[in-house]
């Protein structure tokens, strides 16, 4: 009991690097393992997945095709969410490709306390974000009036900002002294923050996953059973038969934006339970590591630790599944600015210069113009052809007029010749 309580220090920074360990030694170099190799690859491949993944988020739900079935406010936070996601897969996880080989850390010291304040910041920020949607869908399902006219655009940046903000500097506070980072040799095989209690590790767990757990399921949870409700209320009165049309119409609109909101509240439940599935155990394990005070296998360690860091991936993920917009403009957008395909037959290249696609565009838009007016000259000609021939069948079918009646004029301004002399013998007589 008097080891647990007592005040741990973090193993020297010095004795796992490799200027120490001289990684080019040839009794070094045999030290390299094919689990070694293993871990490396799959460092590798989910670096490369949560970069290439997050980035396709930020590109889809930010250009002019996407916005239209997305607010702006959960735009930003998914936005938030997968730029801080794209800075886990960038500063993070990458740099443990090197000491998965070697088992050593190769980049000194500074960069040691730097990566272990970015990898406790941004994984604190992600579930913060979570609480902000989650919150920002429990206001929007529960208290629409309220929440369209108090929420705007800068106070999504504003709070945002003032998490971020908020993130960076408890982290700070705990890493930046001498002693608050380590390098993490069985787990995150990179530099993390150093808790010089057993108490602090397992408070520090426990306000990472339970509030954010809790938050999560309750707005969720009431959001959806209350919309539910809601929705057969608005349903049932819109199909009531003393009901005027108009009033109909409009809670139709009503049930359809209801319903597009679940649409978004559903897709962003479904990454917060993809949250707490990753992290679970490797909170877990944090908990009882600490309050046993044995230390976890390091198979164990890493499966569990990468787990935990592949939510990065698993967001954008869950969200091109369960959104078929996503998918779909995705789709577009890679081939039309990745691949450089058009959506023709032929799936032709548009790769060209920009000097002859102006030139295409120009030459395609004054060949609409001119047909545009041929048709509509060509059109004029023929109703006026028409309208001369249906007054000259009808004086040859109905015979003489009458006196006081005018003489038709067709419309370019000509008298019909047969009314003259139809009028010059009515006069005679």
């Known amino acids: 009991m008097d080891q647990k309580n007592s005040w741990l220090t973090p193993p020297p920074l010095m004795n796992s690097s490799c200027s120490h360990s001289r990684p080019l030694s040839e009794d070094y170099i045999n030290t390299v393992t094919l689990w070694g190799l293993t871990q490396a690859l799959l460092i590798l491949l989910l670096s490369a997945g949560i970069l290439g993944a997050n980035l396709l988020v930020i590109f889809v739900i930010n250009s002019r095709r996407y ?44 960069f040691c306390q730097i990566q272990s304040l970015l990898r406790g910041a941004l994984s604190q920020q992600s579930a913060v974000i979570l609480i902000c949607m989650a919150i920002d869908r429990y206001m929007c399902m529960l208290y629409p009036a309220r929440y369209h006219r ?14 971020w903000v908020t993130s960076v500097t408890l982290f700070a506070v705990m890493v930046l002294p001498r002693g608050g980072y ?34 999560l399921m309750y707005c969720y949870g009431s ?52 949250f ?48 078929n917009h996503f998918r779909r403009i995705s789709k577009e957008l890679l081939l ?53 021939n249906s007054l000259q069948a009808l004086q040859r079918v109905y015979g003489h007029p009458h006196a006081n009646a005018r003489p038709p004029v067709i419309p370019n301004g000509t008298v019909v010749r047969e009314m003259r002399l139809f009028e010059s013998a009515d006069e005679d007589v």
């Open 276 to 323: 707490i599935v990753m992290v679970t155990p490797w909170t877990i394990q944090e908990v009882v590591a600490a309050c046993t005070g044995t230390k976890v296998p390091a198979f164990i360690d890493f499966l569990v630790t990468w787990f935990a860091l592949s939510n990065s991936f698993w967001n954008p993920f869950l969200y091109w599944l369960l959104n």
């Open 182 to 215: 380590y390098f993490n040799s069985t787990g995150l095989l990179a530099c993390d923050p150093f808790f010089s209690r057993a108490s602090l590790r397992i408070l520090a767990s426990c306000l990472f996953y339970f509030p954010t757990t809790m938050i």
């Open 67 to 110: 916005s239209k079935y997305i607010h702006a406010q959960p735009r930003y936070l998914l936005t938030s969410l997968a730029s801080n996601d794209f800075a886990i897969g960038l500063f993070v996880t990458p740099f443990g490709f090197l000491p998965a080989v070697y088992h050593c850390w190769p980049y000194g010291e500074i």
């Open 150 to 163: 108090h929420s705007s655009k800068k106070v999504c940046v504003v709070v945002i900002s003032l998490t």
């Open 223 to 274: 959001a959806f059973h209350v919309n539910k409700l809601r929705l057969k209320r608005v349903v049932c009165s819109a199909l009531a038969p003393h009901e005027e049309m108009g009033t109909a119409g409009v809670e139709s609109l009503v049930v359809q934006e209801r319903r597009l909101s679940a649409n978004a509240s559903r897709t962003m439940a479904a990454m917060s339970l993809g």
């Open 336 to 388: 039309t600015k990745v691949f450089c395909r058009r959506k023709n037959k032929d799936k032709s290249q548009c790769c060209s210069s920009s000097s002859s696609v102006m030139s295409s565009h120009q030459m395609a838009a004054g060949r609409n113009d001119f047909e545009g007016l041929s048709e509509k000259y060509w059109g004029e000609i023929l109703e006026r052809t028409v309208s001369s």
